[in-house]
């Protein structure tokens, strides 16, 4: 069941720092910067801004670089260096591997949860479309990066995260997660809009409007994730 500290999320008995994961969340919650991160786990010794920018010709170097230190420096996922007269980037991967158990705990009973993070590897790329496997060729998860977006999105409010947390031990009646997160309905009904559009949540019709967890939307997801903590 989610903590009631606004600082520690407990998951399937593992506590996390809430404030962390939203803020790691908030990273992926762009096609971009998901893209970024993908292109960095391809380039162990890093990039300069302006390798990126070749890559992603579509976005300014201003937008892009703005991406990197409003996002993701901010949520130390990805660290800088100099070299020469460059700044590099490369992946920090210190705060992935947390975020990766984060999300392994949030759907453990899903198989993907119960391998190691190193099993997770890139199969192939497809111009902005990447496809990770298994080290055994044996599972293929295929990465949109606007369907990253969207899970990130789902993923980056406190609350929404605390509404997975208690769904994650069991479906429960909408009206009860305004008790048990001390939020108003209103609050309570645009987090689980926002939540079911991202496909991480269903809901029975009826009495109470039973909701459910949806661990499969959060395959691709967490795969991705994993695959970037192992670089």
């Known amino acids: 069941m989610a903590s009631k500290s606004s600082l520690e999320l407990v998951v399937n008995g593992t506590p996390f720092n809430a404030e962390k994961m939203v803020l790691?969340?908030?990273?992926?919650?762009?096609?971009?910067?998901s893209e970024i991160l993908a292109l960095l786990a391809e380039n162990p010794k890093g990039?300069?801004?302006s390798q990126i920018i070749e890559q992603i010709q579509e976005y300014s170097?201003?937008?892009?670089?703005?991406?990197?230190?409003?996002?993701?420096?901010?949520?130390d996922l990805v660290a800088s260096r100099r070299d020469r007269q460059r700044k590099i980037k490369s992946l920090n991967p210190d705060y992935l591997v947390e975020y990766a158990g984060?999300?392994?705990?949030?759907?453990?009973l899903s198989s993907l949860s119960q391998e190691p993070i190193s099993k997770v590897v890139l199969a192939k790329r497809e111009g902005r479309r990447i496809t990770l496997g298994d080290s055994e060729g044996e599972s293929f998860y295929p990465?949109?990066?606007d369907e990253i977006a969207k899970i990130g999105k789902a993923l980056d409010n406190g609350n929404r995260l605390n509404i997975l947390a208690i769904l994650q031990q069991g479906h429960v009646h909408e009206s009860s997660l305004v008790y048990q997160l001390s939020v108003s309905q209103p609050t309570i009904n645009r987090h689980i809009r926002t939540l079911a559009l991202s496909g991480l949540i269903k809901h029975k019709k009826g009495p109470g409007n039973t909701l459910y967890f949806n661990p499969d939307a959060l395959t691709n997801y967490e795969a991705f994730v994993r695959y970037l903590a192992s670089r």
């Open 24 to 33: 790691i969340s908030r990273a992926f919650s762009s096609d971009i910067r």
């Open 47 to 49: 990039l300069g801004v």
């Open 61 to 75: 170097e201003s937008t892009i670089s703005r991406n990197i230190t409003e996002f993701l420096e901010k949520a």
């Open 102 to 108: 984060f999300l392994s705990s949030l759907s453990s």
């Open 143 to 145: 990465i949109n990066f």
